[in-house]
């Protein structure tokens, strides 16, 4: 039979007249480190500077093959057919991390057979949110940058990034948490000791004791932990309790 004449078709039968493919985004894009977030990685510890270049920057999301069907009529099960997954990691800690890359070489030392897959940022938060992991792991086998779980939050809502003790949705709701705490003189938001970290300072009236301070500080905790999106937005919180007289 002669069908040179006879329309393309998919496995469904469906021709491939008239479709049209959607492009990535990226179809001019060499693999290479994106030129904003190469020089923003250069200072690392500049978080807010980091996460200002990462909000619109391309990330590879490496994809490996996972065995999905095996034929097991003996003693070697052979091997039926494979499916393509995203990549997680889990720490001894039991955290998970979504691996993410910012160019083919990065990609390639930690596992030359991942297939990249290009997308931006925030949507690669998002696929870290849905696979459940708490971090992202900023090239893995070279310089292996934790994207912390705020980070992480604020990437996926494509909001801007900052530090609890200045982020203004964070101070609000830490201001609103002691309104109804006559014990507490005033409060302010700190940078704690740990990336990420609140710390919380609470001026307290003299002659609390130390279970009175203890179950303070505790119920103001739970008033900020109240907020999902403050929660969202803090990585750690600690609490300082001084005199309000000193």
């Keep these: 039979m002669n069908d040179a004449h006879l329309p393309h078709a998919d496995s469904a039968g469906q021709t491939f007249a008239g479709r049209s493919l959607a492009g990535t ?71 998970r991390a979504l691996p993410v890359f910012t160019d083919l070489a990065a990609m390639a030392a930690w596992d030359p057979e991942a297939r990249p897959s290009p997308v931006r940022a925030d949507l690669a938060a998002q696929a870290a949110i849905t696979e459940r992991c708490d971090v992202m792991v900023l090239d893995v086998a070279t310089r292996s940058l934790v994207l912390r779980s705020s980070m992480v939050w604020a990437l996926a809502q494509r909001q801007t990034w900052q530090p609890p003790h200045l982020d203004d949705h964070v101070r609000q709701a830490v201001s609103k948490s002691v309104v109804d705490e006559s014990d507490i003189a005033e409060v302010r938001c700190e940078a704690g000791e740990a990336p990420g970290e609140l710390r919380v300072v609470l001026a307290v009236q003299p ?27 803090i990585d750690g919180l600690t609490f300082s309790i001084v005199s309000a007289e000193s």
Excluded: H, N, W, Y
């Excluded at 030129?35 to 807010?48: C, F, H």
């Excluded at 500080?217 to 929660?231: F, L, M, N, P, S």
């Design 25 to 95: 985004g990226f179809d001019d894009d060499d693999g290479s480190v994106p030129e904003e977030l190469a020089a923003a990685l250069e200072s690392p510890a500049d978080e807010t500077g980091l996460m200002a270049a990462l909000s619109d920057a391309r990330l590879l999301v490496p994809i490996v093959a996972a065995l999905a069907e095996v034929d097991d009529p003996g003693d070697l099960p052979v091997e039926k057919s494979t499916d393509m997954a995203v990549v997680t990691l889990e720490a001894p800690s039991g955290e």
């Design 207 to 233: 002659g609390l004791t130390q279970p009175e301070l203890q179950a303070l500080a505790r119920r103001v905790g739970e008033q900020i932990a109240t907020d999902g999106e403050t929660r969202a937005r």
